[in-house]
């Protein structure tokens, strides 16, 4: 299984980024996936799932900024971030999840399959 983040950058506050992340050697479109982020000396924490069937869970922080979608003739689930703050900054990471409970501040899900980061600055 290989998960191949990619798309992070510096952008200024107020920007935006699309991060993608390609699956191979999985059935992708029978995994919900979801985006991590993780800012230095802060806790991994989900940011975004989706089904697969479509349905999607965000985080509080980041709802009504950054959307999650996927291709699943594609192989690949992206996370579009609009509106970017500095406390966005963070390396993102692509994983396969199961267990997704959302409807809380944060959502929670057990990740199985990860990707490797991609760095995400936001400058002020």
């Known amino acids: 299984v290989q998960l191949q983040a990619s798309g992070g950058g510096l952008v200024q506050a107020g920007g935006y980024l699309r991060l993608s992340c390609s699956a191979s050697?999985?059935?992708?479109?029978?995994?919900?996936m979801a985006w991590y982020r993780q800012a230095p000396g802060q806790e991994r924490e989900l940011v975004a799932s989706?089904?697969?069937?479509?349905?999607?869970t965000y985080a509080d922080p980041v709802k009504g900024r950054f959307i999650i979608s996927r291709d699943n003739f594609g192989d690949t689930v992206y996370l579009q971030m609009n509106s970017l703050s500095p406390e966005d900054t963070a390396v993102y990471s692509c994983?396969?999840?199961?267990?997704?409970?959302?409807?809380?501040?944060?959502?929670?899900?057990?990740?199985?399959?990860w990707g490797q980061g991609t760095l995400v600055t936001v400058s002020s």
């Open positions: 994983a396969t999840v199961c267990g997704v409970v959302g409807g809380l501040s944060q959502p929670e899900a057990h990740p199985g399959y």
């Open positions: 050697r999985i059935m992708f479109r029978s995994y919900d």
């Open positions: 989706i089904t697969t069937d479509g349905g999607t």
